[in-house]
């Protein structure tokens, strides 16, 4: 069975500061894939990354970055010099070989207050 | 607009009624995926379709949810007998699926109050 843990429910920020959302995921596969997706208040999950288990190399894309590590099961999301439009709901997500659906965690609750 | 669409943005039901939702996904992917959203929850998988191919039903899909994709494009989900547990945001996604799959894209979902 798979599982993705995501122990932050809430985190408060100001501005500027960088944040750190963690992502814990579980899996007998030894190949599956890895994805962030954030949920602004309009409801629509936004796609931001995929990584596949073979792909350790870590991302960077502006002020997104992304740590995989499979030696502790953790595929973290920093962001840099957060900004009030980064305040949403992100979500780690997790889906094995052959497998098209998607095991989500509970969600980490972002806001950025300016 | 090319992304996954869903009406009706929002419904209220009275218990004990029949909904339906439709999604019309990204016209050139072949899995169409819909999930349902609690609050405070990640979403949970309930079906994917791939074209017109019902592939999995989650055992959170009980005998009142039926959903269909006629001719392997739009897709229905259709609750009867609604009860107040059933409230939620569902979310339909889509995604190409084959020897390379893509990531899914999700709609703004439907949300769903049961009164």
């Known amino acids: 069975a798979q599982k993705v843990t995501q122990a932050q429910t809430e985190i408060s920020v100001v501005e500027k500061e960088d944040v750190t959302l963690d992502c814990v995921y579980e899996t007998r596969d030894t190949t599956y894939y890895l994805f962030w997706y954030k949920q602004p208040p309009s409801g629509e999950l936004v796609f931001l990354i995929r990584r596949n288990s073979f792909d350790e190399q870590n991302e960077i894309s502006g002020r997104y970055s992304w740590n995989f590590q499979k030696s502790t099961s953790s595929f973290n999301f920093t962001i840099t010099a957060s900004q009030v439009v980064d305040s949403a709901v992100y979500f780690c997500a997790l889906s094995e070989a052959g497998y098209s659906t998607l095991t989500f965690g509970k969600g980490t609750m972002l806001l950025v207050s300016p | 607009d090319t992304g996954v669409s869903q009406d009706p943005r929002h419904k209220i039901t009275k218990r004990g009624q029949n909904v339906t939702f439709r999604c019309d996904p990204i016209s050139e992917h072949n899995r169409l995926y819909w999930y349902r959203q609690t609050l405070g929850q990640g979403p949970e998988f309930l079906t994917y379709?791939?074209?017109?191919?019902?592939?999995?039903k989650s055992r959170l899909l009980s005998d009142r949810f039926s959903a269909e994709r006629p001719k392997g494009s739009f897709s229905t989900l259709e609750i009867q007998r609604t009860e107040q547990g059933d409230s939620a945001m569902y979310l339909c996604?889509?995604?190409?699926?084959?020897?390379?799959?893509?990531?899914?894209?999700f709609g703004q979902g439907t949300r769903l109050t049961v009164v």
């Open positions: 379709f791939q074209n017109e191919a019902q592939l999995e």
């Open positions: 996604a889509s995604s190409w699926g084959g020897r390379v799959n893509t990531e899914a894209f």
